[in-house]
């Protein structure tokens, strides 16, 4: 009989270094958020580690990513005068009221009355705590001889009322159109006008969408050019 030849020994397979998988741009974006997870807080310039494709010599440039951070708080940009705060304003509201002041619409104790009380609302509210007799008390704090009266102020805050730029809410309480005023962030807007629509049975022709006054009457022309004036001596 023949003998059977010796058993082989049997071979392991042999082990290769993994082949370099191209990076794709989610790649390189979980690289972003993982330094930015990493460094957040931190005031400094993060170059990543090279990949393994980086270090070599071919398959093409190296990446690298700089990231700028800074930890200023983003709310230390105002430098706003006095210890009020600041209100956010519409701009297209603030140039209505210039135009109705120059066409004589806009009275100057109605302006002044707006203005006074928008400047006292409550943050995040969008509500002035004024009976009318504080209003004029607090807008006759500078006043000489010739001061507002509480019967001005209180056709002031009719008119006002009328045109949609406030709302009396009772209880020496009142409350700013929000859409043309407001003290607060979008997001206590947002819950402030959810609570004035609740109030008003989520009419849209009801406060605050309508911002008067509706039908002006005939408005002044008024000339800034330089013009010489009768009777000055030339």
């Known amino acids: 009989m023949t003998p059977e030849p010796p058993a082989r020994a049997q071979r392991r397979p042999s082990q290769t270094a993994p082949a370099d998988v191209p990076r794709n741009g989610d790649d390189v974006l979980d690289d972003i958020v993982s330094l930015l997870a ?20 071919r398959g093409g440039p190296k990446v690298q990513i700089n990231i700028d951070y800074s930890d200023t708080d983003p709310r230390s940009i105002h430098n706003m005068a006095g210890r009020l705060g600041y209100s956010i304003t519409s701009n297209w509201f603030a140039q209505w009221m210039a135009k109705l002041l120059i ?4 009275s100057r104790s109605q302006a002044a009355v707006f203005l006074f009380v928008a400047g006292g609302q409550k943050k995040g509210t969008g509500i002035a705590s004024y009976t009318q007799q504080q209003i004029s008390d607090g807008l006759n704090e500078l006043a000489g001889a010739k001061k507002i009266t509480r019967p001005t102020v209180n056709k002031a805050v009719k008119t ?16 700013l159109n929000v859409t043309l005023w407001f003290a607060g962030n979008s997001g206590e807007q ?16 009801a406060f605050p969408h309508r911002v008067g006054p509706n039908d002006l009457p005939g408005q002044q022309v008024l000339d800034f050019t330089e013009a010489p004036v009768r009777g000055a001596a030339g």
Not at 40 to 54: F, K, M
């Open 190 to 205: 947002k819950n402030v006008l959810e609570e004035i629509a609740s109030d008003h049975g989520n009419e849209y022709e």
């Open 38 to 57: 990493g460094h957040i807080g931190q005031a400094a310039n993060v170059v990543p580690r090279p990949t393994a494709r980086s270090r070599t010599t």
């Open 160 to 175: 006002l009322i009328e045109w949609g730029w406030l709302e009396s809410v009772g209880y020496g309480r009142i409350r």
């Open 103 to 106: 066409a004589g619409v806009l």
